[in-house]
């Protein structure tokens, strides 16, 4: 009796692995996060680098906000389209830039900040927020 418990147990617990597994590298890429809020950075075409904000169940949401490693994001609605951005992005060594505006977003993706190369960067900085319905 003690084997077949064995084997269910252990049975259970590569079932929670595989689960967790899934949960942390798949849906966490490609699901919509708890947050509502995803920050990427990538490069562009120029050369240089985008910093992708994309927010979720933008509908029904009323406050975003992210930290992470060179970036810290607050976003709050104000409106059925409008936004306050409050962006923080870049490591003190190359600079650290601040974005506070008000923005009207509509669904899609929204350029609200672009930043020439430094002295130490190949191209331009650009800021977008996409609105993922």
């Known amino acids: 009796m003690t084997g077949k418990w064995r084997l269910l147990l252990s049975a259970v617990v590569c079932l ?35 910093w992708v904000i994309r927010l979720y169940q933008s509908d029904s ?8 490693s060179g970036y810290d994001v607050a976003i709050d609605r104000l409106g059925k389209d409008s936004f306050a951005l409050d962006i923080a992005y870049g490591s003190s060594g190359d600079g650290r830039h601040r974005i506070r505006q008000q923005v009207r977003l509509h669904e899609g993706p929204t350029l609200v900040a672009a930043f020439g190369a430094g002295p130490t960067e190949a191209g331009d900085t650009r800021v977008i927020i996409d609105r993922v319905k």
Do not use: K, T, Y
């Not at 942390?24 to 985008?50: A, Y």
């Not at 949401?61 to 992470?68: C, E, N």
């Open 16 to 50: 929670v692995a595989i689960a967790s597994a899934f949960h942390f590298l798949v849906m966490e890429r490609h699901g919509v996060p708890d947050s509502g809020i995803r920050v990427v950075e990538q490069g562009n075409e120029e050369g240089g680098r985008d």
């Open 61 to 68: 949401r009323h406050h975003w906000q992210a930290s992470g």
